[in-house]
């Protein structure tokens, strides 16, 4: 079956300005996780939907939302973009207990701000 | 605090040379531990997971409670082995992933 699948895969933005970024996750899992890697901080969890309600959250400013649909395809937000927030965004979507709860990432989309 | 350490940043070894890459994690209650790895220019992948308990790619990980540990070990290290390793702990359930550092494995010919 298809893998996880973020558009896009590469964007340019300029600061102060906002971006989505989208996730379709594989067919059948509910969760839906997101994660920020830069060279500097490594990979860092952003946020976790599960049927539509956000179950877990890290440690980012409000700048950063996101949300699930009812298909469970999801969105995340940066608003008033910082320089900083260049960095390979990942989508994850696990099948929870009954698949293994393994974790399968998508190839990322990449912001760099400007 | 949960936290993953992964205390290698850089290891290079030469092909057929013994591999073993650490993790340490602190975490209050009995975590699911994953490494990862991420080919040159592919998406991170699961490589292990410590419930499974199997071998992949000749790579083994066994769960140390006592000390807190989850070292990837591989006998004889091969040239296509070259790629970052991540170490993970989760809970048993949800989709929240606390990654280490990373450690950059290169095995010259």
């Known amino acids: 079956k298809a893998g996880v699948t973020q558009t896009p895969r590469y964007l340019i933005k300029t600061r102060g300005q906002q971006v989505t970024l989208s996730c379709s996750p594989i067919?059948?899992?509910?969760?839906v996780s997101w994660y920020q890697q830069t060279p500097g901080q490594g990979l860092q969890f952003l946020f976790e939907?599960?049927?539509?309600?956000?179950?877990n959250k890290g440690n980012f400013p409000g700048r950063f939302s996101g949300r699930q649909f009812s298909n469970s395809r999801s969105e995340m937000n940066v608003s008033t973009l910082e320089l900083g927030d260049s960095a390979l965004y990942l989508c994850?979507?696990?099948?929870?207990?009954?698949?293994?709860?393994?974790?399968?990432f998508g190839e990322g989309s990449w912001l760099t701000v400007v | 605090a949960q936290r993953v350490t992964q205390p290698e940043k850089l290891l290079s070894v030469f092909k057929g040379a013994p591999v073993e890459l650490k993790c340490n994690y602190s975490?209050?209650?009995?975590?699911?531990l994953f490494w990862y790895v991420q080919y040159s220019r592919q998406r991170l992948q699961l490589l292990l997971r410590?419930?499974s308990r199997e071998s992949i790619k000749g790579f083994t990980a066994d769960l140390n409670k006592g000390e807190t540990s989850f070292h990837l070990k591989k006998p004889f290290a091969q040239e296509e082995d070259s790629a970052m390793y991540y170490c993970?702990?989760?809970?048993?359930?949800?989709?929240?992933?606390?990654f280490g550092q990373g450690t950059e494995l290169s095995v010259k010919p």
């Open positions: 067919s059948g899992h509910r969760s």
């Open positions: 975490y209050s209650g009995s975590p699911e």
């Open positions: 993970a702990l989760t809970r048993f359930e949800g989709g929240k992933l606390i």
């Open positions: 939907y599960f049927s539509e309600t956000q179950r």
């Open positions: 410590h419930i």
């Open positions: 994850a979507s696990s099948g929870g207990l009954s698949s293994g709860n393994t974790i399968y």
